[in-house]
């Protein structure tokens, strides 16, 4: 088992992608660097932090990106979010089999917010145009910085997630909520909170992710395959519909209706019918879908 956990953003690539099929569009050697951090005496990175390119996966042709926790924690400036954009629009062109996102970030770098705000607004409009042209597109999270910000809300603009269980997924990070509205309101410290919350595990309960692996990036590898075939023999379902704007909304409700008084994740799991909600976490990826294969809630998106 090769953890996703703990590899960076091109040794991900190698795990997922087919033995070297990756062609980097913009590599480092390149040295295209945010224009802004240098005005701040702010370390570049010569990627901006943002591996783009296009792959095979199981003989397919993609379109990929893999986000770089160790720089800046995978957050999003100018040129950060113009390679995805650009690559996300590039393939509304050359119409690969699937895109797939490797993402790990915290969200827009505070050294260049609006540069960074707007980025990923076309990130977010260019993934749309993806989906309508009818290609896939997957998001692949289990970095230690998890997904979170606008990275978070392009994550969910997708048509699937793929999470391991030490993957995160949120709007806002643990610290930004224990800022705005004090540790009472949510505990960044509390590790085990945290994840109850954010993490893999919860995500796929809820239905905001469609699959939950190992950390093993053969397991993501699979995931992603399996979902764009998935999206493709149900090639109506790739574009985002009327419907399904209407039945994701109806599933914010229900959670609203259903959850909104509840003082912890573990509250929502027993409620939702989960047994033993306090073992449950403890077991391994593949038995946890196993025990709550008819809890769950949501679909592919």
Not at 91 to 111: C, D, K, Q
Not at 174 to 187: H, L, M, Q, S, Y
Not at 206 to 219: N, P, R
Request: a negative charge; hydrophobic letters at 50%; one cysteine or more.
């Amino acid at each position: 088992m090769n953890s996703y956990l703990e590899a960076n953003a091109r040794e991900r690539l190698a795990a997922v992608l087919d033995a070297g099929s990756f062609y980097e569009f913009l590599p480092p050697a390149l040295k295209i660097v945010s224009p802004h951090l240098a005005q701040l005496d702010a370390p570049v990175s010569f990627d901006d932090g943002v591996a783009i390119g296009q792959g095979r996966l199981f003989g397919e042709s993609i379109y990929v990106a893999a986000q770089e926790g160790g720089f800046m924690g995978g957050a999003v400036g100018e040129v950060h979010g113009a390679k995805l954009t650009g690559l996300l629009l590039r393939a509304v062109r050359e119409r690969p089999f699937a895109v797939v996102l490797l993402l790990e970030s915290g969200g827009v770098r505070l050294h260049e917010a609006n540069a960074g705000l707007i980025a990923v607004s076309e990130v977010m409009r260019a993934l749309l145009e993806v989906r309508a042209a009818g290609i896939p597109v997957i998001v692949l999270i289990g970095g230690s910085n998890g997904c979170f910000g606008g990275m978070g809300i392009v994550a969910r603009c997708a048509n699937a997630i793929v999470m391991s269980e030490e993957g995160r997924l949120a709007m806002s990070g643990p610290e930004v909520i224990e800022t705005a509205n004090g540790v009472e309101e949510f505990d960044s410290r509390d590790r085990a909170l945290v994840w109850r919350t954010t993490g893999g595990k919860h995500r796929y309960l809820l239905g905001d992710c469609q699959m939950l692996v190992a950390d093993d990036g053969a397991a993501f590898r699979q995931a992603a395959f399996d979902l764009a075939q998935q999206c493709h023999a149900n090639a109506g379902g790739i574009g985002l519909t009327l419907a399904a704007l209407e039945a994701e909304q109806q599933l914010l409700q229900d959670r609203i209706d259903s959850f909104g008084q509840t003082a912890d994740p573990l509250d929502i799991w027993t409620r939702l019918g989960v047994a033993d909600a306090a073992r449950l976490p403890m077991l391994e990826a593949e038995a946890f879908v196993d025990a709550t294969a008819t809890l769950r809630l949501g679909g592919l998106g």
